[in-house]
């Protein structure tokens, strides 16, 4: 894919006929627009927003923004995984590094459609149905289409998700709201498997400096071992 079509994956417009709006750019009512070369114009009133084959996000609608609350500008170049946190409804973490949609796509395949509970920037639980679409691309590059929309919360999931602070916050609040967002990056791919050297990489750190996060998300989490600091990550409602 050549760096023009590339660079049209990032044209996010508001549709002129949107209604009125409750904070600036985030339209009550909206529709998602989507300028490709090769695809067109591609519009929809779901989230939408799309991931390369690294799951790199590269588009973020105004739809997706009024689901989740994250602007394009936060979230673009973010691993997919890291900003949606994403749960199954029995809490079982399913958006990871290497997940299933992606695997998939890597084959050319596509994946069902399937519900998924994900982190929103307050830090609410969103219950959504995400739909996908597999775009193929020169040299083994794809991207992926995602069509988000939100349904009924499963009655075990918790209805927020703690939002993290910095390390210098009063040490009397809850375990769950001392992480760091950082240190939250850092649970998250151990929760999806990764080594500490997968970490650093994912995260363009240095191994020592993976060693320090992952030792200190287990001491505040009071865990003894990497597979007791998913749990209470879990546990927490974490990940």
């Known amino acids: ?8 994956w990032n044209q996010v417009q508001q549709h002129p006929f949107d209604g009125p709006v409750t904070e600036p750019g985030v339209p009550l009512d909206d529709t998602a ?16 927003f799309v991931t390369d084959e690294h799951q790199r996000i590269v588009a ?9 609350g994250y602007s394009a500008e936060e979230v673009i170049g973010q691993r997919c995984f890291l900003v949606l946190m994403g749960r199954e409804p029995g809490g079982h973490p ?11 796509a890597r084959r050319g395949r596509g994946t069902a459609a399937y519900e998924v509970a994900a982190r929103a920037r307050d830090g609410a639980v969103k ?7 597999v775009l193929d691309g020169a040299n083994g ?4 289409m995602h069509l ?9 999931l918790p209805r927020r998700v703690a939002t993290p602070v910095p390390d210098s916050a009063d040490e009397g609040l809850p375990i769950a709201e001392r992480l760091t967002r950082r240190e939250l990056e850092v649970l998250r791919l151990l929760a999806g498997g990764a080594t500490v050297d997968e970490i650093a990489e994912e995260l363009t750190i240095s ?10 998300v287990q001491r505040k989490l009071g865990a003894r071992s990497r597979l007791e600091t998913v749990l209470l990550g879990m546990r927490n409602g974490l990940i």
């Open 127 to 133: 219950c959504l149905s995400n739909s996908v679409l």
């Open 33 to 48: 627009i989507i300028e490709d070369p090769q695809l067109g114009r591609i519009a929809t009133a779901d989230g939408l």
């Open 60 to 68: 973020w609608s105004s739809s997706a923004q009024r689901v989740l």
């Open 141 to 144: 590059t794809f991207r992926v």
């Open 94 to 104: 399913i958006c990871r590094r290497l997940c299933r949609v992606t695997a998939n």
């Open 1 to 8: 894919m050549s760096t023009r079509q590339g660079k049209a």
């Open 207 to 216: 191994v020592y400096t993976a060693r320090n996060h992952v030792a200190n």
């Open 148 to 156: 988000l929309r939100e349904v009924t919360c499963h009655p075990g």
